[in-house]
């Protein structure tokens, strides 16, 4: 399907025929940012309402294409949880030309959004009986903050238990922190590590792994939810196996150049995936372990 529309876009533009048009995949639909918050120095999260319609439905997990007009995309992952209704919460880092270009947009200024593209955690709205753990580095938080929400509430029906594991830079690096309060008094045990202390930091020092042989999770029946540096989700993924956890129930975020969303440019290929289709969510088991190993290129 996907070699067939590039030909019909390759000929469009030819033939000086019509090219896409609102609504189609490849068109970034004008949002406009309603709301913004700083969450640290160099991470931001805005809120997009569409011009038109209602907000995009999205799986937690997931991610859009966002468009800094007359500068370029990048993609960021839904930070929102399926309980929050209207404009989509989206937390970016400023890392980038297009990513400076939207942290340092204005409340009433225009984004463009495409999307949302890729895979999703797969939590259902509720834990399924056994134990689980999430585990994330930095703003690794951000594409697991509605996965988090939806476990923890449904947690309360299940006889699992939740671990929230969050590591940072720094004590100012910590995004969330409301949320990490709401999750540990609806049940969740939550626990937070950075790697370099600040004066009046009374938390933990360390990494993330430290934490979670911390952790007296059951493993039998586990599942794990992943993201951070890939260095830090291999390590955590080893230490989960090491556990006992089974690998093919450990999700971690591969994640690459995206700039398509469509699986038609190539830029996101790694090994056998298309990581714009087929991920960036994936299981641990099998292929993936290795190829945590790889280095963006």
């Known amino acids: 399907m996907g070699p067939t529309v590039i030909t019909d876009l390759a000929v469009a533009s030819a033939t000086g025929s019509a090219l896409p ?15 913004k918050r700083s969450e640290t120095g160099d991470v931001t999260t805005l ?31 839904v930070s929102s949880t399926q309980r929050e209704r209207g404009a989509l919460q989206h937390t970016v880092r400023d890392v980038g030309a297009v990513t400076r270009a939207l942290c340092h947009a204005r409340v009433g200024d225009l984004v463009g959004v495409r999307g949302p593209f890729g895979t999703d955690w797969g939590t259902g709205g509720a834990a399924d009986g056994g134990d689980v753990i999430v585990v994330a580095g930095g703003i690794g938080l951000a594409p697991l903050r509605g996965a988090v929400d939806e476990v923890v509430q449904g947690a309360r029906n299940a006889s699992g ?8 830079r720094e004590p100012g690096q910590i995004i969330f922190g409301e949320d ?39 493993p039998i029946g586990a599942s794990a939810l992943v993201c951070g ?6 390590l955590t993924a080893r230490a989960l196996v090491d556990r006992g956890v089974d690998d093919s129930r450990i999700k971690v975020t591969l994640e690459r150049n995206m700039q398509c969303g469509l699986a038609w440019c190539g830029h996101c290929q790694l090994g056998p995936f298309l990581l714009c289709r087929d991920g960036p969510i ?16």
């Open 47 to 77: 809120w997009l309402a569409p011009l038109t319609g209602e907000p995009l439905p999205f799986r937690c997990g997931q991610f859009n294409m966002l468009t800094a007009f007359g500068i370029g995309e990048a993609a960021i992952s």
């Open 229 to 234: 540096p890939e260095i830090m989700m291999r």
């Open 21 to 35: 048009q609102p609504g189609s995949p490849v068109v970034p639909v004008p949002h406009r940012v309603v709301g």
């Open 161 to 168: 238990r939740v671990f929230v594991i969050v590591g940072a």
């Open 180 to 218: 990490l309060d709401a999750w540990e008094d609806a049940g969740a045990t939550v626990m937070v590590t950075v790697d370099v202390s600040q004066p009046g930091w009374k938390g933990n020092v360390g990494l993330v792994t430290a934490r979670l042989n911390e952790a007296d999770f059951d």
């Open 282 to 297: 994936v299981p641990y088991g099998g292929v993936v372990s290795h190829l945590l190993n790889e280095r963006e290129r």
